[in-house]
């Protein structure tokens, strides 16, 4: 059992993250871009390596084996992220419209 289901630690609060706007105070692709290759020099001695969607901009995490770069983990999975993009094309193909 868990403690937070056993009434011991009180569940973490569930914030909803911020929704995408339009104006200039948000950051681009190049920033994000360049933000993680800064994060990725410093993390790699960990075996983490972060990417960014070539699809949707939504950052990848990966788990690499730092002797052989091989790729031992990835969040989200490269099925998910698959799976995202066809959804993405289909959208609004899912609808009949002859209501």
Known sequence: MLLSQAGLVPPPPIVAPPSPTAD???PGVGYLSDRLHSLNGVMSQYGLRFE???FDSRVITQVV???TGEVIR???AEEMVRI???FAENQGRLVDASV
């Open 84 to 86: 995202a993009e066809a």
């Open 65 to 67: 084996d730092r002797t």
């Open 74 to 76: 990835q969040i989200p």
């Open 52 to 54: 960014l969607s070539e």
């Open 24 to 26: 200039d105070s948000t």
